[in-house]
């Protein structure tokens, strides 16, 4: 995984999971990235943890809540969408960034680097957001 930043969109998985749900938005999409992660009994891998972050941050935006660095192409997508499931969403949604934050390759690598905090910040940011 080819990481730029530690904010959420800022690794090839994530780009390329943005991508995919700005050609296909739906949320099939967003409920199979979220529950891949929060189903997940071992260790996740950082792809899949990079898309459940991902599609966390589009159901944020979704419910009206962006991050300041949500990719400018989704917004068109993002202001189309109406969540008929939208508590469920939420959980799961709540439940994949604390399954990463707990145990996973992304957590793990951004323990060992300078932008740990600031990592786990917007994580913590995005569960707020995500209430």
Do not use: C
Not at 5 to 34: C, M, T, W
């Amino acid at each position: 995984m080819a990481t730029w930043g530690y904010h959420n969109f800022d690794n090839d998985a994530a780009a390329d999971f943005a991508e995919d749900f700005r050609d296909n938005p739906n949320e099939a999409v967003l409920l199979e990235a979220l529950a891949a992660v929060a189903e997940e009994e071992d260790h996740i891998d950082a792809d899949a943890a990079s898309e459940a972050l991902a599609a966390a941050e589009i159901i944020a935006a979704v419910m009206g809540k962006p991050a300041q660095d949500l990719p400018v192409d989704l917004i068109p997508v993002i202001v189309k969408m109406d969540t008929d499931e939208s508590e469920d969403l939420l959980e799961l949604a709540r439940g994949a960034v604390k399954a990463i934050l707990k145990e996973s390759a992304l957590q793990e690598h951004w323990a060992g680097s300078d932008n740990a905090a600031d990592w786990q910040h917007l994580q913590r940011d995005l569960l707020e957001r995500l209430k």
